[in-house]
């Protein structure tokens, strides 16, 4: 049985914000390009800098053809097997809670 009120949820937003934290290593930019590329999310904005070998990136990504909870493991997976802090939040959300 299909859970309605999450298939609604999933749809609700088009656009999430993806932040990555930690110690620079060759491959970080790729392997979240990667996962986003391979479930058909499309990356609308970029920033990354290094802060003295401390990695920061935040993306804005259009969620039209992706799924998110399939995107929110991924991407757990992911930081874990880079050794970085990976979080995907809505773009509303993130816009609540930081009042932008």
Do not use: C
Request: aromatic share 4%; charged share 20%.
């Amino acid at each position: 049985m299909t859970n309605v009120t999450s298939a609604a949820e999933e749809t609700a937003s088009g656009r999430a914000i993806i932040t990555v934290l930690g110690s620079d290593r060759p491959g970080i930019v790729a392997a979240v390009a990667g996962a986003l590329s391979e479930r058909e999310a499309n990356i609308l904005d970029i920033s990354q800098t290094i802060l003295q070998g401390t990695f920061t990136m935040t993306m804005l990504v259009d969620l039209a053809s992706a799924e998110f909870s399939e995107l929110k493991a991924a991407l757990d997976g992911l930081a874990e097997q880079l050794g970085v802090q990976i979080n995907l939040q809505r773009e509303e959300v993130f816009k609540f809670m930081y009042r932008l």
